[in-house]
C-alpha cells in the first residue's frame, strides 16, 4: 500500500485562484475536477496559504512508484494487491493487469477521472481502478501481519526479512509504504504496524522503496531464480 499519498482533487479553497482557473479552462475542465499539482499550482498555494503545501500536490510519487510496481512479475503472477491510500482517506485499489499511461499527464487524466467517477473505466461491471468504499484499517487489518517501511525502523536486509515471515506461514503481509515527498506518516500507522523498519540509513524515494520491496518478495517467494 501507498500510503497518505498526495493524491487529491484541487481543494475547494484554491478553486477560484487565477492561476488554477486558467489551468483548469485550458484543460476543458472545471476546477474540482483537476488534480492538485504543485509544479503547476505552487503560486496558488503559496497566495492561499494551503496547509501542508511543502508536501501536497504530488500525484507524480504515486504515478511512479505504480509503474514500478505494477509491471513487476510479482503484479503479472496476481501475487500482490496494489492500493493507494490518500491523504482524504480513499483507498483506490488497481487491478495487477492494469496499463498505465506511461505519460504523465494522461495518468494524471485518467485519476482525475477515477477520483470523480469512483472506477476506471467508468461504466464497467469489472473496472482496473477503483475507489473502494472501505476505511484503510478495514484493508490492513485483513493482514496477518503489517510492515511500515519508515525511517524510524530498525535496518534490515529484505530478502532474508520477508523470507523469514513466508517460512512463518504467514499468508497475507501488507507492507506499507509513504506516498509523500517529506515528513512522516501520522501516528496511528506507527500504532497499527506490527513492524517498522527501513531498507537504507538515508532517506528514499517511494518508488525506490516499492521497487525492493517487491523484488525482494518476488526472491523470498521463489518468483525469481
Not at 501520522?186 to 521497487?211: G, N
Amino acid at each position: 500500500m501507498l500510503a497518505e499519498s498526495e493524491l487529491e482533487l484541487i481543494p475547494p479553497k484554491l478553486r477560484s485562484h487565477p492561476h488554477v482557473t486558467r489551468w483548469a479552462k485550458r484543460r476543458g475542465r472545471k476546477p474540482g475536477e483537476c488534480l492538485l499539482i504543485a509544479s503547476k499550482h505552487h503560486v496558488a498555494m503559496r497566495d492561499k496559504r494551503l496547509p501542508e503545501r511543502d508536501r501536497r500536490g504530488r500525484p507524480d510519487i504515486v504515478h511512479v512508484t505504480l509503474l514500478h510496481v505494477l509491471d513487476s512479475p510479482a503484479a503479472r503472477e496476481n501475487l500482490i494487491d496494489v492500493y493507494v491510500h490518500t491523504r482524504h482517506d480513499q483507498v483506490i485499489w488497481f487491478r495487477n493487469d492494469v496499463r498505465l499511461p506511461r505519460d504523465q499527464y494522461r495518468f494524471f487524466g485518467l485519476m482525475e477521472q477515477v477520483l470523480k467517477e469512483g472506477q476506471a473505466p467508468p461504466d464497467a461491471d469489472d473496472p482496473l481502478i477503483e475507489v473502494l468504499d472501505v476505511d484503510v484499517w478495514k484493508i490492513l487489518d485483513a493482514n496477518e501481519v503489517n510492515v511500515l517501511l519508515s525511517e524510524r525502523g530498525d535496518r534490515i536486509e529484505p530478502v532474508g526479512y520477508l523470507a523469514g515471515i513466508l517460512d512463518a506461514g504467514v499468508d497475507r503481509v501488507g507492507v506499507i509504504v509513504g506516498g509523500f515527498p517529506k515528513g512522516d506518516f501520522s501516528e496511528e500507522f506507527y500504532e497499527r504496524a506490527d513492524d517498522v523498519v527501513r531498507l537504507y540509513d538515508e532517506p528514499l524515494d517511494a518508488w525506490t522503496v516499492a521497487a525492493r520491496i517487491v523484488t525482494a518478495f518476488e526472491l523470498a517467494a521463489g518468483v525469481l531464480g
